[in-house]
């Protein structure tokens, strides 16, 4: 008890459906290639705005 839940900075919360499955392991899979053409930074972003959530620039990266 008196334990609190707080997001530790730089890290995020999503949910992915069962029929995205392979796809998000052949990302996980990939990742390190796939960051020398996109930073973190771009594609996150990128997600956001395909998705339609809203976000204010200043704290969406560090």
């Known amino acids: 008890m008196g334990q609190r839940f707080a997001w530790q900075e730089g890290y995020g919360g999503f949910n992915v459906?069962?029929?995205q499955r392979q796809a998000v392991?052949?990302?996980i899979?990939?990742?390190q290639?796939?960051?020398q053409k996109?930073?973190?930074?771009?594609?996150?972003?990128?997600l956001l705005r395909k998705t339609?959530?809203?976000y204010d620039s200043r704290y969406v990266v560090g």
């Open 17 to 19: 459906g069962r029929s």
């Open 25 to 27: 392991a052949g990302y």
């Open 29 to 31: 899979a990939n990742q």
């Open 33 to 35: 290639a796939h960051h």
């Open 38 to 46: 996109w930073s973190f930074e771009q594609e996150f972003v990128a």
């Open 52 to 54: 339609g959530v809203e």
